[in-house]
């Protein structure tokens, strides 16, 4: 392979993890304001799954290549770059080609290592935690002393969430699959991890907590009647996914009588400038808490770029508690 190529996972048409395939490509160059990273590590989430599948095209000025965050090494800058050189080391949120030696990247979604961070722990930050503070701290609008609901506890955007939560003085409960995922929701931090496999979600809530104020929520489906009548006066819903299905009766009048704010958001569809700012806000309030331990990364696994089919099926078993992600640089 020439010095202008790059090894990269190919997932062909799409389809089942399979088809993800080890392949060559022409490195990317960075433009006006991007800079080029050499990849370490690539964080790995369900929108790659879904991508994978076909069910989440790219946006058209996008590299169709999977991968929404990387941490690794800047080593060229395009025009009006002005914060990073060459040499430093960055976390950053991509809008594809993470799953790739050499990844662009917008300089204003680059944020530096937080202070004692190893590349690993860093690539699992930027998707999970832009999608939070997004979701959470500006949609959801949650204050100290509130209560925070959080489905899918033990994911990489829960586990995210509940630290977020109590960073921001929240009281937080999660809804989790068995036992171990509650335990290990618990020592995040959270205040009630329920089973919902142990009855009904909604009711088991009610009895810990009564009403929530802010409900995070992937699942959707027939989740969102029961979302409705958990929120107290002034609640808010925020979906950011629907794996539970995408389609569900709302009880309007329930939306009425509380004040009910139902709202939604994907962070690939967002401008730059609006990436931008959350990048920012991470920089200020997260990433202190990040570097003298209040806030810490929790990885799952690690697969080389090569095996990113296994880190596909490990994430669609839905076993992982915490990220996963994929060793690329093989010196680190």
Same mark, same amino acid.
């Given at each position: 392979?020439?010095?202008?190529?790059?090894?990269?996972?190919?997932?062909?048409?799409?389809?089942?993890?399979?088809?993800?395939?080890?392949?060559?490509?022409?490195?990317?160059?960075?433009?006006?304001?991007?800079?080029?990273?050499?990849? &370490?590590?690539? %964080?790995?989430?369900?929108?790659? =799954? @879904?991508?994978? +599948?076909?069910?989440? #095209?790219? /946006?058209?000025?996008? !590299?169709?290549?999977?991968?929404?965050?990387?941490?690794?090494?800047?080593?060229?800058?395009?025009?009006?770059?002005?914060?990073?050189?060459?040499?430093?080391?960055?976390?950053?949120?991509? &809008?594809?080609? %993470?799953?790739?030696?050499?990844? =662009? @990247?917008?300089? +204003?979604?680059?944020? #530096?290592? /937080?202070?004692?961070? !190893?590349?690993?722990?860093?690539?699992?930050?930027?998707?999970?935690?832009?999608?939070?503070?997004?979701?959470?701290?500006?949609?959801?609008?949650?204050?100290?002393?509130?209560?925070?609901?959080?489905?899918? %506890?033990?994911?990489?955007?829960? =586990? @995210?969430?509940?630290?977020?939560?109590?960073?921001?003085?929240?009281?937080?409960?999660?809804?989790?699959?068995?036992?171990?995922?509650?335990?290990?929701?618990?020592?995040?931090?959270?205040?009630?991890?329920?089973?919902?496999?142990?009855?009904?979600?909604?009711?088991?809530?009610?009895?810990?907590?009564?009403?929530?104020? =802010?409900?995070?929520?992937?699942?959707?489906?027939?989740?969102?009647?029961?979302?409705?009548?958990?929120?107290?006066?002034?609640?808010?819903?925020?979906?950011?996914?629907?794996?539970?299905?995408?389609?569900?009766?709302?009880?309007?009048?329930?939306?009425?009588?509380?004040?009910?704010?139902?709202?939604?958001?994907?962070?690939?569809?967002?401008?730059?400038?609006?990436?931008?700012?959350?990048?920012?806000?991470?920089?200020?309030?997260?990433?202190?808490?990040?570097?003298?331990?209040?806030?810490?990364?929790?990885?799952?696994?690690?697969?080389?770029?090569?095996?990113?089919?296994?880190?596909?099926?490990?994430?669609?078993?839905?076993?992982?508690?915490?990220?996963?992600?994929?060793?690329?640089?093989?010196?680190?």
């Amino acid at each position: 392979m020439s010095s202008s190529e790059m090894r990269f996972i190919d997932h062909g048409k799409g389809g089942a993890a399979e088809v993800l395939q080890m392949a060559s490509m022409p490195r990317p160059q960075p433009r006006a304001n991007e800079v080029l990273i050499e990849v &370490a590590y690539a %964080g790995v989430n369900r929108p790659d =799954v @879904a991508q994978r +599948a076909g069910l989440y #095209p790219p /946006p058209t000025d996008a !590299s169709p290549v999977l991968g929404l965050e990387v941490a690794g090494t800047v080593v060229a800058i395009g025009s009006d770059v002005a914060r990073w050189q060459p040499g430093d080391a960055v976390c950053a949120l991509t &809008a594809g080609g %993470g799953y790739a030696e050499f990844a =662009v @990247a917008p300089a +204003a979604h680059c944020l #530096p290592i /937080p202070e004692g961070w !190893s590349l690993r722990d860093a690539a699992a930050l930027p998707e999970n935690w832009f999608t939070v503070w997004a979701t959470v701290a500006q949609q959801g609008r949650l204050a100290r002393g509130e209560t925070l609901l959080v489905h899918g %506890g033990s994911s990489g955007i829960g =586990v @995210a969430a509940i630290q977020l939560g109590k960073l921001l003085g929240a009281r937080v409960v999660t809804t989790v699959g068995n036992a171990a995922k509650q335990a290990f929701c618990r020592e995040l931090g959270a205040d009630f991890a329920i089973n919902y496999r142990d009855g009904d979600f909604a009711a088991a809530v009610r009895r810990d907590v009564e009403t929530v104020d =802010v409900i995070l929520d992937m699942v959707g489906g027939d989740y969102l009647s029961k979302n409705i009548g958990l929120l107290a006066f002034d609640g808010r819903l925020v979906q950011i996914a629907t794996l539970g299905g995408s389609k569900a009766t709302l009880e309007l009048a329930q939306v009425l009588m509380k004040r009910l704010l139902i709202t939604g958001s994907t962070m690939r569809r967002r401008s730059h400038d609006e990436k931008a700012v959350i990048a920012r806000e991470l920089e200020a309030t997260i990433w202190p808490a990040l570097a003298d331990g209040r806030i810490k990364s929790v990885v799952h696994a690690e697969f080389p770029l090569a095996a990113a089919a296994d880190a596909h099926r490990l994430m669609e078993s839905s076993q992982h508690m915490g990220k996963i992600v994929l060793k690329v640089k093989q010196d680190h």
